[in-house]
């Protein structure tokens, strides 16, 4: 008899142990690894689940269920990426299935609750069986329906495969609706009917037409944009998007149009990626500065896996990574190129597609599923990419022979994903994947990190450092603008100095650009004396305290420590103390108040919604339709503007009054970034760095454009107090609807914790946001020595948590692991 085989296969579930399935007869074939399979799960459901290994042990404890489908005949997730998975899902204390979640587009993960929608522009141009016609029928009818829907109506048990055709069709979406900026392939176009691409037969339409205005008019219209009779005739045709513009009543005449086959619809194949074909540009010629750091990172290269690339804003980094990137091309090896957020994509990928065109493939978030799904594919597949640009997601692309791994801005906390699981660094994971492949990782930024520059400087990191801005132009000049002094002599025009103004005003005379940088990040507001701009602190940190409203108290998060909230200022006694904070759309509105004939744009979160928004605003910006941009952290770095003379910092102390080990260290990140902006080409610029505490170290390493003595306290503060990298961090948030609940089970958790791990335990202690989504949080903070194998801590930490969180009391307590928080 023929041995019985089975999988184990990762379901998009957060189950701690993978599920067993029994595998029929004719799919014993050819199954591999890393190959999706449908399988049932629970009473009704289905997911398209992942085959983590094929074996032949038949689990004791349950009666397995055969697969009910294998989708495609070639692994989906390869080796390494198992591999990779494994690793994430270990280091960061998350199950596979999060990590499935996370690693693969949705259109990769259909589930029978998964959610199918008609694209109502699809046009067919490949023949399609009849049962796939039928349930396209069936869905342009529903408009959307769940892929469990349309297994009843095919009376069948699964349909993934199917829906896998017209995925690959275009013909539906799952999941999400038209995203805007969604290319379809094709997109519907008009053009002269055959009959009509004579000469007569035009002009005898033109004369039929004279009692039909409006259909006239269109005609017209198609003439006149494919340009001229000559063009039209020859079946030159425009998009039905075009001819409809701006003509919303056009769709009865131009049917008619189509009825006497005046005009005819067709489909014109459109590049989903809009993969450029044009000239490749040559690589620039170093500079002697440059050309010695480039050098220098390949000799790096050569004894170290990862290179730490330290070059001060517009320096020519990414100058340099286009080299890099050419040489392993050249070599037949894979590039991936990380940023940190979108924003910085649209630049970059302007300045790529020049040099490498449709080698170059673009991964992120604010592309539709689909687009995405096509990246992944040709990774799997086609292999037309060989340098791929993305945000932290990319990192679970199907690489299958990665040479190089540039990660631009590593300082960047955005690299961290936070909510859901998996919370990982995509910078540290990005450097395992390296390692996987024997790929080499440059980390490269004007702002190194601690925990990296450190590891450079102990020599676990190779280090280069380039400390001139191409063509020698002076790193901007840093002016300090003391606000409590203004305020004081009542010179503030609400929130700007005279001297802020005083430069904005003059570069906006020169017709130059300004960037105007107002950090909103931080939800909790905290106190300032409106008379002295004193910020209480925490008697035992070197922290603010942060105010909480409902329990009138000042919490120190470091410590502990809470007092009651103040009455008077305990600097000056002024009893005008008052919850600050301002952001970027008030700057907006006061910046048109004061220069009405200003041309203002904003950069933030509520205007970059779509995908289409940041390249509309950064274009804008580029060719001077905006004179003035307004941003949050999204305009401090990495972007490249030729004509801006001046950065304003609107308020520096809301960045330095962070409760966090980390603010100050942030705080020069920013301004440092920011301030690079700045006179990057001809003539050096100007900073106007608002502050109230203008005596500030932090303040005045900015000035100094002294990274090096920031880093100096900056670790000797680590040191001490026992933070990374010297220590690792690791938090556990507890999450219940009911405050006691959750704060009595994690005083449980803490101290069985602590019976084990004694004072590497601290809280439990309510994070500044104490209650999210009707969820009350609590937070276990762990530190351990460097020393301590992440792995068993892991498994001191689920027993506790296992045993407290069993409890009946306890049951639905959730609990979220956060390993290297930020
Ligand atoms: N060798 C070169 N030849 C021509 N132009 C260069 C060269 N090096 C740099 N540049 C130009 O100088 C400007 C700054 O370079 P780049 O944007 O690469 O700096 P960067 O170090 O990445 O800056 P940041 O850290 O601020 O993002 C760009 O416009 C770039 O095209
Ligand atoms: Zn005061």
Redesign the pocket.
Known sequence: MEPEIFVDVILPLPLPRLFTYFVPDDMQDNLQKGMRVVVPFGKKKQYSGIVFSVHQNKPAEYETKPLLSIIERTPIINEKQLDFWQWMAEYYQCTLGEVYKAALPSGLKLESETRVYYNPDYIQSNELSEKVEKVLLFLSDKKFCSVGEINDFLKQKSSFSLLQTLLEEGAVFVNERLKEGYKARTENYLRLGEAFQKEEALHEAFNALEKAPRQLQLLMTLLQKTGGAGQAMNGAGISRKAMLEGNNSATSPLNELLKKGILEQYAHEVGRLDLANGPIKEK????PA?AKAFKEIESAFETQNVVLFH?V???????LYIHLIEKNIEKGKQVLYLLPEIALTTQITTRLKKHFGNKLGIYHSKFSSEERVEVYRDLLENHHYQIVLGVRSSIFLPFTNLGLVIVDEEHEHSFKQFDPAPRYHARDAAIMLAHKHGAKVLLGT?TPSVESYYNAKRGKYGLVELFTR?EDIQLPRILVADTREARRKKQMKSHFTPLLLEHVESALSNNKQVILFQNRRGFSPFLECTVCAWVPRCKFCDVSMTYHKKMNQLVCHYCGHTVTTPQTCHACGSPSLSTQGFGTEKIEEEIKNIFPEVRAGRMDLDTTRSKKSYQKIISDFESGNIDVLIGTQMVT??L?FDNVSVVGILNADNMLNIPDFRAFERGFQMMAQVS?RAG?KNKQGTVVLQTSAPDHPIIGYVVENDYATMYKTQIAERQMYKYPPYYRLMNLILKHKHKPVVDKAAEALANQLRAILGDRVLGPQEPPVGRVQNQYLTRIMLKFEKGHSPSHVKQLVNDAVNNILSRQEWRYVTLQVDVDPL
């Open positions: 620039s010629i170093f500079s440059q070059g804003t517009s320096s020519g980094k990414t100058e004007a191409f770095k990495g490249d690079g990057r």
